[in-house]
């Protein structure tokens, strides 16, 4: 497949995004709070969250490393005119998802407050620290859809 | 990235009367990525004006040779 440095980096990066958290966010969702008590999944999620952010820096390091060094072109590297634009617009995308993340949250924190009725989604699941959580998968796929787009912009030039 | 495209540009045509230039020495020349090369051709991408009058410049014909605008002023 015909592709520029810019390309396979994003590529690299949205399948180390969905392998790495992919596996953060199973282990998160699949927490049983019959077999651990609350501190003990805080510990859990703190120790996981820990190993995925190393992992992630350790595997974009090497990997982003081994592609640069496969393209010797500086243009390359840096990207040109086409390649800001495509990042403008899939920064924009994510911006959205991120935005409706933060949003979803400062109203699972503040709505209750105004409202007066008693509401919560941290209630209804298993997750330990729900608001840090609810900000940190918003985030991931903010990530994840920003990835996408671009590789959806490359591709969709590309063909 | 590309826009409904009604540029049109000859820059395949040109590339080949410039003894079948590639498209990696053109972009090398002009500054950008070969897929940025391969997306004008294929009318996929419309450039700026800055790299429209180095593809140009490249060829040593005028801006209005190697690119057209087939639209019509609203």
């Known amino acids: ?58 595997v974009e390091i090497i990997f982003q490393s081994l592609i640069a060094a496969g393209s010797g072109n500086k243009v390359e590297f840096d990207g040109d005119e086409r390649d800001r634009l495509i990042t403008l617009s899939s920064n924009n995308s994510g911006y959205w998802v991120l935005s409706i993340g933060v949003i979803i949250t400062l109203g699972q924190l503040i709505l209750p407050h105004l409202s007066g009725i008693e509401f919560s989604l941290e209630e209804r699941t298993n997750i330990p620290m729900f608001e840090m959580h609810l900000l940190l998968f918003s985030f991931i796929v903010a990530e994840i859809v920003r990835f996408s787009h671009q590789i959806y912009l490359y591709r969709k030039d590309a063909v | 990235m590309a826009s409904a495209n009604k540029i049109n540009n000859k820059v395949r045509e040109c590339r080949f009367f410039a003894n079948e230039m590639t498209q990696q020495d053109l972009a090398e020349r002009v500054g950008v990525t070969r897929q940025t090369i391969m997306a004008i051709e294929k009318g996929k991408y419309s450039p700026s004006l800055e790299v429209a009058f180095k593809i140009a410049l490249v060829f040593q014909k005028s801006l209005e040779t190697v690119f057209s605008y087939d639209g019509a002023i609203e």
Do not use: R
Not at chain 1, 9 to 38: C, E, K, R
Not at chain 1, 42 to 48: C, D, L, R, S, T
């Open chain 1, 1 to 58: 497949m015909n592709m520029s440095f810019k390309e396979k980096s994003t590529w690299l990066s949205l399948l180390a995004t969905l392998l790495i958290f992919g596996d953060y966010a199973i282990s998160i969702f699949t927490m049983d709070a019959n077999v651990l008590n609350p501190d003990e999944m805080v510990e859990v999620a703190m120790h996981n969250l820990s190993s995925a952010v190393l992992l992630i820096i350790i």
